[in-house]
């Protein structure tokens, strides 16, 4: 669903979006979600363009061969706590 609202923005009289995707490990609390996979990917989030999805490195191995995915490795993105590499992704 990311995807496919970030790829339709920009359209139809809607702003550019971007996202980011990380997975991992989460902790649940009252409806919200917190940890560190949370952190990485609204730190990634701040790293992408206009109708661009950046996922953390470990996104193409838990998200396994799907043939309509094409994921794009980037530079290493350093962030805060982290190792930062990123991809930039899907091409459907």
């Not at 193409?60 to 982290?82: D, M, Q, R, S, T």
């Amino acid at each position: 669903a990311t995807l496919a609202i970030v790829a339709e923005s920009g359209t139809r009289d809607l702003l550019p979006a971007h996202a980011a995707i990380a997975a991992g490990r989460v902790v649940r609390h009252q409806g919200d979600i917190y940890g560190s996979t949370v952190n990485l990917a609204a730190r990634l989030c701040g790293y992408a363009a206009p109708r661009q999805t950046l996922v953390s490195n470990n996104v193409p191995a838990a998200v396994g061969p799907v043939a309509v995915l094409h994921f794009e490795p980037l530079e290493p993105i350093v962030v805060k706590g982290k190792d930062g590499k990123a991809r930039k992704t899907p091409r459907r």
